[in-house]
């Protein structure tokens, strides 16, 4: 189910003195540029099983927040555990780390955000934790929290923020080929 578009800059402008603004420089993939939803948080270093056991679960509109510890070494998600998630319901994947396949999420409805990408994959397992509060690039993102990602940034709320609600008078901006 595509979500309406948001404006991380625009919600800042009005919600910003309850917003955190997560600091870590993202790169955008999957089908949608722009998702929101409640939290969801796992930890886990180098290790996609955790990853594809969330995914398989109900998102019911969710954001599932992983902090892989900033590796860039392994991916933690695919294009095949991205498909579960976006059959799944859930809105979007904000990970600290890297994925793989990234090609193949450009059609789901489904957005992500990570560091970057790779070509390799884990092989050994490692420990995860569910539903602990995660604090990332200066963010800490709580379970039931409210996610908010576009191109630009990823922001968290306590609360869930009035998407009709947006800065009085839109900026306007030279047309460049005039």
Known sequence: ????????????????????????????????LSFFGPCATLATLEDHTPVLAALQQPGNGR??????QGSLRIGLMGDRLAKFGADNGWAGVVMNGVIRDSLGMENLDLGVKALGTTA??????????????????SATFRPGDWVYADVDCVIVSRTELDLAVTPAAPLSYPDPQQ
């Open 120 to 137: 390799r994959r884990g092989w050994a397992s490692f420990a995860a934790t569910n539903d602990v509060p995660l604090t990332i690039g």
């Open 63 to 68: 954001v599932l927040v992983i902090d892989g």
């Open 1 to 32: 189910m595509r979500q309406p578009p948001i404006v991380t800059a625009d919600l800042y402008d009005v919600h910003h003195a309850g917003l955190s603004v997560c600091e870590l420089q993202f790169r955008s993939f999957g089908g949608n």
